[in-house]
T-cell receptor
């Protein structure tokens, strides 16, 4: 089993739609969780960190479920500019440790 | 304001010809990472430095080496590139490992002919 897995995608949604991505992780000791956005042929950029209580940033909501070992990203009112690949990232332990990226889920928002 | 800079952005090398990719940062971050990313795949961590402390991933081939002469610079050396090493190479930094956002450079796209 891979350490971090994501919905295979691609997701093709119309403008204005709500779309949700899930990401599962295998290491129950994981402490930190992130969603990154990667545009085509560009570098990943942090979209948001994921906190235990869940967090929201405008149209984006991230949630963490430790019991089931998954994180989710909800995008409301999708814009054309949201088209990108969304990578989840998990840090196995606090401090001095690496971040493991998932393979990403591709989103295309269609006019 | 460029914070993580990678040079060159595109590199073409011949099979077996050594190549060096460079990364510099203006963030004064402690940690620098090198990732390999192939099309439609996750960035794969090759190694990282916490200050001068080098951490190699168990599955990183010996063909890949790294140097960090100072806080600002980090190099990726590929001693004998094979066709399978063609990929995007991403450098990233973070203030400390794990808990903090990683800042990525624009990447170097390596082609092996």
């Amino acid at each position: 089993r891979k350490e971090v897995e994501q919905d295979p995608g691609p997701f093709n949604v119309p403008e204005g739609a709500t779309v949700a991505f899930n990401c599962t992780y295998s290491n129950s000791a994981s402490q930190s969780f992130f969603w990154y956005r990667q545009d085509c042929r560009k570098e990943p950029k942090l979209l948001m960190s994921v906190y235990s209580s869940g967090n929201e940033d405008g149209r984006f909501t991230a949630q963490l479920n430790r019991a089931s070992q998954y994180i989710s990203l909800l995008i409301r009112d999708s814009k054309l500019s949201d088209s990108a690949t969304y990578l989840c990232a998990v840090s196995p332990k606090t401090s001095y440790d690496k971040v493991i990226f998932g393979p990403g889920t591709s989103l295309s928002v269609i006019p | 304001d460029a914070m993580v800079i990678q040079n060159p952005r595109y590199q073409v090398t011949q099979f077996g010809k050594p190549v060096t990719l460079s990364c510099s940062q203006t963030l004064n971050h402690n940690v620098m990472y090198w990732y390999q990313q192939k099309s439609s795949q996750a960035p794969k961590l090759l190694f990282h430095y916490y200050d001068k402390d080098f951490n190699n991933e168990a599955d990183t081939p010996d063909n890949f080496q790294s140097r960090r002469p100072n806080t600002s610079f980090c190099f990726l050396d590929i001693r004998s590139p094979g066709l399978g090493d063609a990929a995007m190479y991403l450098c990233a930094t973070s203030r400390v490992a794990g808990d903090y956002e990683q800042y990525f450079g624009p990447g170097t796209r390596l082609t092996v002919t």
